[in-house]
């Protein structure tokens, strides 16, 4: 698997996804020395169980680390973060069972990337797919907004946007574009099928190459001459409407 760089998350609930979901990946968590021990009990009983560090420092350590951010006096060194190779994932795939994705094109506010890795995460998408540059990291803030799903789905960082597409298609993924040029609306479209559904930067949307490069473009509609959506919240709808066509999908 690909690795980044040392990072890390903060808050409490993040830190307990963490332990429970990528374990192997926390080097170490750091807890506020004024916080009474019974308070964070499962925190404790899951660091023990798989053998991660659990130390007590007192504040000035907890903001050297992370800074000013709303810590609630937990924070988890994580040692990397696994990218999942595309082809090997490819090979888990079963197509009949019409997997979805999400190809996310220049999401570059980690805010709007956690949001999309939450959403992704709880509609049942097999995987989000980013591309090297142009696009936020998974970082702590991005792990922070994800409220921890982060790492509950493959996270799979390809070169660029043009050569996914052409993996996907390869793969038998019908490519959908989120825009509104788009001629049929998020409602009258079909997902009974492999889909990836490719959304845009925040300021610039898709790029005109890569719009003639889908199978398909989709609108969302709106009404009171609001222009667009910030790209989270149509990540989010375009997600639950393939997951309200793919109940079965639903857990």
Not at 145 to 155: D, E, L
């Amino acid at each position: 698997m690909a690795k980044s760089e040392n990072f890390f998350i903060y808050g409490r609930n993040p830190v307990e996804e963490a332990l429970q979901n990528q374990p192997a990946e926390i080097d170490k968590i750091y807890v506020k020395n004024n916080i009474k021990p019974s308070s964070y009990q499962n925190i404790s009983e899951l660091a023990s169980t798989n053998d991660v560090p659990l130390v007590k420092v007192p504040g000035p350590k907890i903001f050297s680390l992370v800074g000013k951010v709303n810590d609630q006096g937990f924070v988890a060194q994580m040692s990397t973060v696994a990218y999942t190779p595309f082809f090997d994932w490819v090979e888990t795939l079963i197509m009949s069972n019409n997997p979805a994705v999400l190809l996310l094109h220049g999401i570059e506010d980690p805010h709007n990337f956690g949001a999309i890795l939450r959403s992704a995460a709880a509609s049942g998408m097999d995987a989000v797919i980013i591309p090297m540059q142009n696009q936020a990291p998974v970082n702590a803030t991005v792990f922070k907004t994800s409220a921890g799903t982060a790492g509950r789905i493959p996270v799979i960082r390809i070169h660029d946007i043009n050569q996914g597409i052409k993996d996907l298609t390869a793969t038998g993924f019908s490519i959908v574009g989120l825009d509104g040029s788009g001629k049929k609306s998020l409602w009258e479209a079909d997902f009974h099928k492999p889909v990836a559904f490719l959304v845009g930067s925040e300021g610039e949307g898709i790029h005109p190459e890569n719009l003639k490069r889908c199978d398909e473009v989709i609108h969302i509609p709106m009404q009171n001459n609001v222009e667009s959506l910030n790209a989270s919240v149509s990540a989010a709808l375009v997600s639950y409407e393939w997951m309200r066509q793919n109940p079965a999908t639903d857990s």
